[in-house]
């Protein structure tokens, strides 16, 4: 599906699949009045839906984050010599990726794209990783700490907290290490969880790649320092200002491929601690679990016994934008990862995770 940017009198249509730049003249005036006139309507007979939220004015806001984003991108890939691009597979991976194709575009990534795989993804999430990498012809680096895999690291024997220290944190580092990546943008945004919202854009690490919030740099007028000493990095976050609202309206508008597991769909689920979890076979239940059947989807996407999944029948992205609005609690508040202890994705960050 097309995607538009404007640039004066002219809207012009970047088209991945073809990669071709297409043009055509900007909607005049009087119909964008028209089309906030009966969005309006829409709303006052309670039909409205995701795309009666695409209002002009908020279009004009997802082309101004979108510009954002994008002077970030070609900022840091002129300033550091090893970017990477850190690819989760969720929805904000998706949209920071389609947003590296525009800052780009026609060229290819000029960097790879870095997945940190536990073993424990979602089957669907690999899928998908390895079907749209190949699509835009990207290229694509998988790691895995394959060391602890074969120790037998996993959640359920380890705790959450230590698993992922060995098999997110600690692939991460090797990971970028072996690439000697100076640079490595992640989708994360400042709303998502109050650590997060402590990042700059440019999230300086030292040569262990630990993160120190009290030892960062002013970003005044959107001027960063990439100054760094050989063996430190810079973690790039593209996505800072974006909020979770912002990030699906820009999925519908610009109509990119996201997971099939973020659509309402019926699984088999055990109720675990509270959270709904997706087992897809036996050897995902603890002793005395049994599963049930249950319509539901993922909010954020993670390893499967770590990710909790909500009840829901939004099964387009347009319903999903109607449920969201309604939300009070993050993304993040089923992610097992996250809650562990207190303070438990600071601490992870601090240590070198994402």
Not at 211 to 216: G, I, L, R, S, Y
Request: with cysteine; glycine share 6%.
């Amino acid at each position: 599906m097309p995607t538009a940017a404007g640039f004066g009198r002219w809207v012009y249509y970047f088209r991945p699949e073809e990669g071709v730049l297409r043009g055509s003249r900007r909607e005049s005036t009087a119909k964008a009045e028209t089309s906030n006139n009966a969005v309006n309507t829409n709303i006052a007979n309670g039909t409205s839906n995701g795309t009666a939220h695409l209002t002009p004015l908020r279009i004009n806001y997802l082309r101004a984050l979108e510009s954002e984003s994008i002077h970030i991108l070609r900022e840091a890939v002129a300033e550091f010599a090893r970017p990477v691009m850190l690819y989760s597979i969720g929805k904000d991976s998706s949209v920071m990726l389609r947003l590296a194709q525009k800052a780009f575009f026609p060229g290819k990534l000029p960097f790879p794209l870095l997945h940190i795989d536990t073993s424990y993804k979602f089957p669907e999430m690999v899928e998908f990783r390895d079907r749209y990498a190949r699509e835009i012809g990207a290229e694509l680096i998988v790691h895995k700490n394959q060391e602890a895999l074969d120790a037998g690291a996993n959640p359920f024997v380890l705790g959450t907290q230590k698993c992922c220290g060995l098999l997110k944190t600690k692939s991460l580092l090797d990971a970028l290490a072996e690439g000697d990546f100076t640079a490595a943008f992640g989708g994360a945004r400042r709303d998502e969880e109050k650590s997060r919202a402590k990042e700059r854009v440019y999230s300086f690490r030292d040569s262990f790649g630990q993160w120190d919030p009290k030892n960062q740099r002013p970003e005044l007028w959107n001027i960063f320092n990439s100054r760094i000493n050989k063996g430190e990095s810079i973690r790039v976050f593209p996505l800072s200002n974006w909020t979770e609202a912002d990030v699906w309206f820009y999925i519908h508008l610009e109509k990119i491929p996201i997971v099939p597991l973020y659509f309402a769909k019926e699984h088999n689920v055990v109720i675990r601690g509270g959270s709904i979890v997706v087992a897809y076979d036996k050897w995902d239940l603890l002793p005395g679990e049994k599963t049930q059947r249950m319509v539901v989807r993922m909010r954020s996407l993670g390893c499967v016994p770590c990710t909790g999944a909500i009840q829901s029948t939004a099964d387009t992205v347009p319903k999903i934008i109607e449920e969201m609005i309604s939300f009070r609690r993050s993304e993040r508040e089923n992610r097992v990862i996250d809650h562990d202890e207190e303070g438990s994705m600071e601490i992870k960050k601090r240590e070198g995770y994402f």
